[in-house]
């Protein structure tokens, strides 16, 4: 039985998946740089004030999507989940990752285990919002960090 529709191949949808944690970066690092544009300009960075000395491409490309790849992984183990228990593993393994892996200083490792936390969940946030079919996700995935390194 033909239905019409063409079948994807498991290049194509690995590819759109790592096009999506591309995207999913690429809106961490726009709000990270929002956050260093807009910081005071007598203050210390936002990283230094998290206790870390890393620039924000390792936070988010070294870390963050290392993370997230790491919460995906959890996830095909378990029973599917709706979105809420989802943001409970994705939270909890950014937690976890950014107070034992990144290193910095020990008084704020609370402080970088939210963080951590809060980057996570922005990176599942962008595995539903972006979509193969739009525009959106290879502009995310590729102009927004090229432009926001630029300026």
Known sequence: MNTGIPKRSARMD????ALNKLASAGIVVLLLSLLDWTWPSGADQASEWL???????????????TASLAA???????????????A??????GFLFFALFTGGHPEQ????AAAG?????????????????SLATP???LAVPLLCWVI
């Not at 890393?54 to 070294?62: D, K, N, R, S």
């Not at 936390?117 to 079919?133: E, R, V």
């Open 109 to 112: 490792l609370w402080l970088r």
């Open 51 to 65: 206790g870390l000395y890393m620039p924000q491409e390792h936070w988010v490309y070294g870390y963050a999507l």
């Open 72 to 86: 995906d992984a959890i996830l095909t183990f378990l029973p599917s989940l709706h979105r809420g228990k989802q």
């Open 139 to 141: 502009f995310f995935a």
């Open 117 to 133: 936390t809060l980057t996570l969940l922005l990176f599942l946030w962008g595995k539903h919002a972006f979509s193969s079919n």
């Open 14 to 17: 690995m590819g759109f998946y």
């Open 88 to 93: 409970a593993v994705y939270g909890a393994v």
